[in-house]
């Protein structure tokens, strides 16, 4: 019976990824673990988003490369955490961020798909500069104010995918 994306269930021919809630991909350098896992604790309270967050999405066994790439390739938004560390960092994360690139350059012109968000001050890397960031850090009313407005950025994705907010 099928489920939802996440879990890789599809509708009754098999290549349609079913969905009733928004799926962000959470991508971070590893350093940002924590950070994250509070992204997608806060992100999951909303009843209509389920983001894929790696620790809770990789079973034990998978393969996680595949795993992760078949995620951010299947999910309706990318949210990409950087900081100084995170920019300067080599390795997967990287990775990460061309595979988004490549998922959001399949979607019609305008989709909200790559959602920068900075976690300190740092430059964003040139490849993600043409997208609006905000800017998670700061005093407690900056850190609501951004998340107010990604759950905004988020809902205008769920919309014009037809799932209910």
């Known amino acids: 019976m099928p489920q939802d994306i996440k879990n890789g269930t599809y509708d009754q021919r098999g290549d349609k990824p ?12 590893k350093i940002h673990r924590i950070a994250a896992r509070d992204f997608a604790e806060r992100l999951k309270s909303e009843s209509w988003i ?20 078949i ?4 999910s309706h938004a990318v949210i990409i955490l950087l900081s100084k560390e995170a920019v300067a960092s080599e390795g997967f994360f990287q990775r990460e961020i061309r595979l988004a690139l490549d998922t959001a350059a399949e979607k019609p012109e305008g989709t909200i798909f790559i959602i920068p968000i900075r976690l300190n001050e740092c430059d964003v890397p040139d490849m993600l500069r ?3 960031y905000i ?3 700061g005093g407690e009313e900056q850190k609501e104010r951004m998340y107010t407005s990604l759950i905004s950025a988020l809902k205008v994705r ?3 995918l037809g799932i209910k907010v």
């Open 18 to 29: 079913l969905k009733d809630k928004l799926i962000p991909f959470l991508s971070y350098s």
């Open 50 to 69: 389920d983001p894929w967050f790696d620790e809770e999405d990789i079973l034990p066994g998978q393969l996680w490369e595949e795993t992760v790439t």
């Open 71 to 74: 995620g951010v390739r299947n």
């Open 130 to 132: 043409k997208y609006q």
């Open 135 to 137: 800017d998670y850090f």
């Open 158 to 160: 769920a919309e014009n």
